[in-house]
C-alpha cells in the first residue's frame, strides 16, 4: 500500500510541477537585502568552575559586562553605569571579577564582586592602566600600562603586578611596548605581548619576577594575546601571519604552532576553557554598512592528531 500510495501522489503533483504558475514575476528582484541590526560581544572569561563566562556586550554604546551560562542561559548584566568596561578577568576562587572601567580620560582597572556589587578602584585615576590578569594564586594580578597614548603611534608600556592585601605595586617588565600580560597555570612564568617595530610584536614569556624574557613566536608578522592551556603545556595566541588575524596554538616554548581554525574576519584574545578541550575567542567582522563582534569556540578534540 505504501508503494502505491507514493507512485499516486508523484502523478498527481507532475502536471502542477511543469504548469506555469499564475502572477509569477518575470523580472528580477528590486534591490539587495542588508544587515541593518548588528551586535558586539567580546573578551570571554571563565569562572573557575568552567561553568559560566563574563563578556563585554555593547548596550546602548556602551561596553556593559554580562555573565552567563555556557549552555547560554542565565544571562546577568553586571554593570549598568555610563562608562565602558573592559578586559573582564574571573579571579581563581570565583569570587570577584577585575575589568577595567573607561571614561573621559582615565582607564582605571577595579575589582567587584562576581555578581556586580563592591565595585572598588584597584589601580590610581592619573595612570592609564588596562589589560588585568589574575595570578593563580588570587592574592595578586598583572596588569600594563595603555601602549595607545595618541593611536596609532606606539608608546612605552611596562608591566606591573598589585598585592590585593596590600595595594603595593611592582614592575615587571619594562624596555618598550609590553601589553597583555598572562600568568602560566602555575605561576612562575608570564607571557605577555612585545612590540619589536611598528609592525612587528611577539609573543614573549618570563620568569614570574620578570627575568630572562624570551622571545617565543619569532615571526615577521604581528603575534599577541597570548593564553595559557590550563595544564600549562601551550599557549594560545592571534596573529595575522597568513593575512588576517587567526588564532593560533604553539608549545610553551614556541616549538609546533599550529592554526586553530579558519575564520573571516578579525579573531584575537584566545580564551581556554578550564577543561583544555575549547578556545573561545571574539571574532569581528565588516557586514555591509557596520561591523559585528561574536564569541566564537573550537573544540580541540582533533589537536594531537
Known amino acids: 500500500m505504501k508503494i502505491v500510495s507514493r507512485i499516486a501522489v508523484s502523478f498527481i503533483l507532475l502536471p502542477i510541477a511543469f504548469s506555469p504558475l499564475r502572477g509569477q514575476a518575470t523580472k528580477g528582484p528590486i534591490g539587495i537585502a542588508y544587515q541593518f541590526t548588528h551586535s558586539i560581544n567580546d573578551s570571554p572569561s571563565f569562572s573557575p568552575d568552567g561553568l559560566e563566562m563574563v563578556f563585554i556586550s555593547v548596550v546602548a554604546g556602551k561596553e556593559q559586562l554580562f555573565r552567563m551560562r555556557l549552555d547560554g542561559s542565565r544571562v ?82 611596562e608591566i606591573y603586578s598589585i598585592d590585593l592585601a ?17 600568568w602560566s597555570p602555575d605561576g612562575r612564568r608570564i607571557a605577555f605581548r612585545r612590540m619589536l617595530g611598528e609592525n612587528n610584536s611577539e609573543v614573549f614569556a618570563a620568569n614570574s619576577d620578570g627575568t630572562g624574557a624570551q622571545n617565543l613566536t619569532n615571526d615577521p608578522a604581528f603575534d599577541g594575546w597570548p593564553s595559557w592551556s590550563p595544564d600549562g603545556k601551550r599557549i594560545a595566541f592571534a596573529s595575522n601571519r597568513r593575512g588576517s588575524y587567526e588564532i593560533y596554538v604553539m608549545n610553551a ?15 584575537t584574545a ?24 561574536q564569541i566564537f569556540a573550537v573544540k580541540l578534540d582533533a589537536f594531537d592528531r
Not at 166 to 182: F, H, Q, S
Not at 271 to 292: A, E, H, M, Y
Request: aromatic content about 8%; overall charge negative.
Open 76 to 157: 546577568i548584566q553586571l554593570t549598568r553605569d555610563d562608562a565602558d568596561h573592559e578586559d573582564p578577568a574571573w579571579s581563581p576562587d570565583g569570587m570577584h571579577i577585575a575589568f577595567v572601567t573607561m571614561s573621559k580620560d582615565q582607564e582605571q582597572i577595579y575589582i567587584m564582586n562576581a555578581d556586580g556589587t563592591g565595585v572598588e578602584a584597584l589601580t590610581p585615576p592619573d595612570v592609564k592602566t588596562i589589560h588585568p590578569n589574575w595570578n593563580p594564586d588570587g592574592k595578586s594580578l598583572a596588569y600594563c600600562t595603555d601602549d595607545d597614548l595618541k593611536p596609532p603611534k606606539k608608546n612605552p608600556a
Open 166 to 182: 596590600t595595594r603595593k605595586t611592582t614592575k615587571l617588565i619594562e624596555g618598550g611596548v609590553n601589553t597583555y600580560p598572562a
Open 253 to 267: 616554548d614556541g616549538t609546533g604552532v599550529r592554526k586553530v581554525a579558519n575564520n573571516e574576519g578579525r579573531a
Open 270 to 293: 584566545p580564551q581556554w576553557t578550564k577543561d583544555g578541550k575549547n578556545i573561545f575567542f571574539p571574532l569581528c567582522r565588516k557586514v555591509d554598512f557596520s561591523f559585528d563582534c
